[in-house]
């Protein structure tokens, strides 16, 4: 048994193309093994970690001739050295027959692929490892003494967790509902049952399998398949030395490497070193906050608290990894880290967990038995099983006390599928390992011959290839396009067969005439086609090299013309380089969101990343609403800091969530709404799986994730209330408009300011100044009055006001009143100030106090005219969107429903017509909206020009008041004011 503690290492890349145009600064320092991470505010303290390697990569090399990226300078790691360092070691306990794991860790886009797979030249520890493994293996093959009969076997399984489900990725039928199960060995430990390990016989063979379970991995994410790019993956490499030793006994030596790539940690909130918090609905989070917390009790423990819990049955993803985290294992980490200051958050619970698990210590034990007594040890439990089942056979299931027959019945089972798991890995035992390749090497060679042929094609037939968020993903699935019709739906009758949220039976056709003139067009009116962000319409439309078309809702691809590729680089076209981001980025901009780069600052840059993680997500909500008649409509709602009741920060993605039955709608932030989207997938993939009646599926028609709360609390909309009239002791009163996130018209605020005397606290009357300045240092008491709210729609049970002012944080709130038709809310807070400051008088003068309006909203009845409605008409009448006949649209999952009016079916002709109708005055809506931006526009010119005025007239009094102390005249300052104020 070798006692070690798990070796940690950390790895810093280069600033990405994001961090640059944002123009990052970097927050990293690295001597030796110490790892200096720096707050972007310099008042809060340097942070230092130390740990086995600290590798620096963020600059000091060059790009040879071949693409490797080698040393500059001495400091800059590459990946030779990282694997000299971990992966060389991990070989090593290998063949000494230890079993080891290689863990990844880091937020999405750290730079963990880099370490652990790599790119073209720069190959990672995982390719050189297996590729250094085989050499070593036909060097020990030439050099071994024949006697010993020694045979080296290596193997290798690949599987994803996702939402606490395990699947087989080289095993599409382990996709299936519930995934493998997860069993556990009284010596073997955990283990995912039935997962399926492939003899392999070179790294050739090894990086085919990995490519297969990548793709396998993308089609199931681009379907909907209840998976994700960012689920935990783990590839494992069986290692198995077989031989005679000194004693003539025949030994087997086994060691398994696994190979962990977890999934990105920024969805994650830190609560400090153990890691990350739930997050309501993310089971991705869930495993993560697991880990950590396994990760601290398994440090307690070994350094003396004898009481802690290892909570390792609390995830699927801790079970089986329980022995690298302590147990039978020798244990590498390597902690990808971004070196940005925009990621220093994510960035410092990264070194934390590191830190955290650099402490703990493993028992690895060589994993060395003779061979003979595998086999009796394996027979004899054969046996022993086999009596169990017969036992069970002749007592009835009712006898059994204590213990349910339905609970007799599932161990039978079970029983039965472990007989028949070790009676098929006794006959792999007895097979010769030549045999086992023999039978895998027909099928290996059939795939190898499928991909060169896939690739050949590839350079000759227009095609298709995918785009995922995950880099890793994309690519991994194309369409053909060869010269004819190509036929895309979602069902194995079409040429093209694309599945997923959104996708038709006959969903689009591609026209290939001889590659020269290629067209896509909607095979239906339902169809959701866009080419290069824009909507593909009745027309076809011509489609070009590096193209992007998106399909349903989440399809995205990017066509590739070979043919058209040749001629732009002959002509010397710089062809540009298509990614997920800037498809999203060209959506985006096609429904008018600007994502122009130039001149724009950080926070600008920062909302529209905000909207390209939103946007595909939002669809995908709104595809799954539809498709499951949840009767919800979701949009993107940006709101200013202003409307937030801040004096600057940057505008945030809201989504507003309405209620299409009743009206009834509110405003979750980004982040919730991230959450109930991972739990709408949820929901979609049981529907699919379980059926309508499915106890979540119910309840989610009802509520969380796709509902918003009965009575929801809405902020209606903000109004801006300047104090400039304080800097001169003048009262202030008005009816501020008040406008929602949308900019329009929803009400008005009726409020005043006025200045008390500091003594009395009685309203100041004719005590104005002449210049603010003259306040200088004086105490300054007043107050702010609202008074009423005027006009706000009579949707809301409840309403109330609150602002922030000036310097504070806390909200002053008045008073929940009913709403009825301008509610009074006499709502009055009085300030007092000791002495007047340059920044007091600075904010009266340019920053408002944003006043916001909120209101609960009424439990209100349903639309008698939306009962029996589809959520696809409903949103028909929302978006203005033409519904066609049902003949039109062939769904993934038809869902029926029957519209019905005074007791009798209306037929779908009438449904039609009376859409049509409300068409119209969704249309009259649409220029009534328009009309009132204009006027909206005129309004605030208004506004500015009242605005001029009163600056103007408080000049003109200020001048007058100057006049009539000089003069002591109080009559003619009256009248003057009153000719002012007044003017005829």
Known sequence: MAESNLQVAVRLRPFNAREKSRNATLIIEMEGSTTKITHPDDKYPVKKFTFDYSYWSFDGYREREDGYLEPEESRYADQLRVFKDLGAGILENAWKGFNCSLFAYGQTGSGKSYSMVGYNQNKGVIPTACEQLFKDIEERQQTDDKDRQNEYQVSVSMLEIYNETVKDLLNLSSFKKGGL?????????????????????????????????????????????????????????????????????????????????????????????????????????????CLGNCVKAVADIQAGKSKTRVPFRDSVLTRLLKNAL???????????????????????????????????????????????????????????????????????????????????????????????????????????????????????????????????????IPHLWNLNEDPVLTGMVVHFTPPGNNSIGNTDNTNIVIKGLGILQEHARIENSENSKIFVVCSNQSSKVLVNGKEVTSEKVEMHHNDRLLFGTNQLYVFHHPQDAARRIKEGEDVEKVSFDSAQEEIAQNKGFDMGKTGKSSDEILLQEDLIQVMPMLNEANAMSEELD???????????????????????????????????????????????????????????????????????????????????????????????????????ADKLTVRNYRGEECGMVDVEVFPLDPTSGAPMIDECVDEPNQLMKKPLHFSIKINKLLGLQLKYKQVWCKYRYFFEEDWYTSNSVKAEINPDITFEKTFKVSAVSKELLNEFNSTPIAIQVWGKQKNAKVDEKRMGMSTRELLALETGATVYGAGDVKKQAAITTTTIHDGAREDHGEIVIRLQAELSKSVLAKEKAQKINAETEKTNANLRRKMDISYSKLELIRKVVKEAKAKEEETILTETLNSIVTPS
């Open 630 to 732: 949840m009767k919800m409509y979701y949009e993107i709602a940006l709101i200013s800091p202003q409307a937030r009741g801040l004096k600057d920060g940057r505008t945030e993605v809201h989504i507003k969530a309405k209620n299409l039955m009743n009206g009834s709608e509110v405003l979750w932030i980004k982040n919730n709404f991230i959450d109930r989207k991972f739990v709408m997938e949820e929901i979609y993939q049981k529907y699919f799986e379980e059926g309508e009646d499915d106890a979540d599926v119910l309840a989610a028609r009802i509520g969380y994730p796709f509902q918003i709360d009965k009575e929801a609390d809405m902020m209606i909309g903000t109004c801006y209330l300047y104090l400039q009239s304080l800097c001169y002791l003048m009262d202030f």
């Open 181 to 289: 199960k997860v069993r556990e060995h009284p010596i073997k430990g955990f283990y995912a049952e039935n997962l399926q390990i492939s003899p392999v016989s070179s790294y050739a063979d090894i990086e085919a399998r990995i490519s297969e379970g990548t793709r396998n991995r993308t089609l199931a994410s681009t379907n909907m398949n209840a998976t994700s790019s960012r689920a935990h993956t783990i590839v494992a490499i069986n290692f198995v030395q077989k031989g005679v030793n000194d004693s003539g006994k025949n030994m087997t030596k086994t060691s398994v490497v696994n190979l962990v790539d977890l999934a990105g940690s920024e969805r994650a909130d830190s609560t400090g070193a153990t890691g990350d918090r739930l997050k309501e609905g993310s089971m991705i989070n869930m495993s993560l906050s």
């Open 326 to 460: 302590g147990g039978n294992s020798k244990t590498v980490m390597i902690a990808a880290l971004s070196p940005a200051d925009i990621n220093y958050d994510e960035t410092l619970s990264t070194l934390r967990f590191a830190d955290r698990a650099k402490s703990i210590k493993t028992m690895a034990v060589v994993n060395e038995s003779p061979t003979d007594r595998l086999i009796r040890e394996m027979k004899g439990e054969i046996d022993r099983l086999q009596g169990l089942l017969q036992t069970q056979s002749i007592t009835p299931a009712s006898v059994i006390q204590g213990i349910s027959p339905e609970k007799v019945e599932e161990m039978k089972k079970q029983q039965e599928e472990e007989l028949k798991r070790n009676e098929e890995e006794m006959e792999n035992m007895k097979r010769t390992w030549e045999q086992r390749l023999e039978n895998e090497k027909q099928e290996s060679e059939r795939k190898l011959s499928e991909e060169r042929n896939r690739q050949e094609a590839k350079k000759t």
